[in-house]
């Protein structure tokens, strides 16, 4: 399977990073005043996290959308009876209209083509409906600082830049609240607010690494060094960190919330 997708990862993700994002998932659904009876679309939903948050807010019907199957496997293991489909997120099943909020929970700061994946979201929103994303903050610490030096040593960093730019264009961007604002401005949203919050999540030293590797970096280098390559890596790196950094670690990441309305009819 090809790195750029998170079929291989779904598991890992599901353990590791699922508890975690659920905490986002929640304040993310409150920024966007998710409640009981609201029609919501989870776009990129991944193994379901925030769309379970959704549901447990009593909205109904919560459909979650992925592109990657084995993700909405987990989903449905994880979380039974989540209404669930395969779905880009630039080209979505659902008539003009159909919900009343649409959540993305990191999400648009991935996608290659976000201008056309919010006219899809202003088209299935009904009208004064909200959109509501979260996005990294544009902040670095010294655990990615130092995840990111140890790939560097090995895979060029202007390439490890390059795959970023290719991929996700505008992922550092969206961790600005200014740029944040004014693209959803120019796409036709309205009452545009945002958020920045930090969050301090706890892991183990394995399961950091671990989770690391879930991320389209991490896949990144893991093929571009092969198996024995990549196998080596792991074992400088989780040596590094025993050295630099107490085990378990304390990873403290920043967010910017944002929601947005479309404009009424």
């Known amino acids: 399977m090809s790195w750029r997708g998170y079929d ?15 905490v986002i998932a929640e304040e993310l659904a409150g920024f966007a005043d998710v409640a ?33 199957q084995e993700m909405l496997r987990v989903a449905h293991a994880q979380r039974p009876g989540l209404l669930l489909a395969g779905a ?6 659902f008539r003009d209209g159909a919900f009343d909020v649409v959540l993305a929970n ?9 201008k056309t ?3 899809e979201v202003l088209r299935m929103l009904r009208p004064g409906g909200r959109f509501a994303m979260s996005a990294w903050a544009d902040d670095r610490d010294d655990l990615e600082r130092t995840w990111d030096e140890l790939a560097g040593s090995l895979i060029p960093p202007r390439m490890l830049q390059q ?9 550092r961007n969206f961790g600005t609240r200014d740029f944040t604002e004014k693209v959803l401005g120019r796409a036709g949203f309205k009452q545009v607010r945002t958020d920045k919050r930090t969050y301090r999540f706890r892991y183990g030293l394995d399961e950091y690494l671990e989770g690391r ?18 196998e080596s ?3 400088r790196t989780r040596a590094v960190f025993a050295e630099r950094f107490a085990d378990p670690l304390q990873d403290t990441v920043a967010v910017v919330l944002t929601t947005a309305a479309k404009p009424e009819a």
């Open 233 to 235: 890596f792991r074992q």
């Open 163 to 171: 795959m970023r730019d290719a991929e996700s264009p505008d992922f």
């Open 8 to 22: 291989e990862v779904a598991e890992a993700y599901e353990r590791i990073h699922a508890p975690r994002f659920s």
């Open 88 to 93: 880009e997120a630039v080209d979505l099943p």
């Open 36 to 68: 009981a009876g609201m029609r919501v679309l989870d776009l990129g939903t991944g193994t379901g996290v925030a769309a379970e948050v959704a549901r447990a807010r009593g909205a109904a019907p919560v459909v979650g959308v992925d592109l990657a």
């Open 117 to 119: 994946a919010l006219a």
């Open 213 to 230: 590797e879930v991320f389209k970096s991490g896949r990144f280098v893991r093929d571009m060094l092969g198996e024995s390559g990549w």
């Open 106 to 114: 990191f999400v648009l700061p991935n996608l290659k083509n976000h």
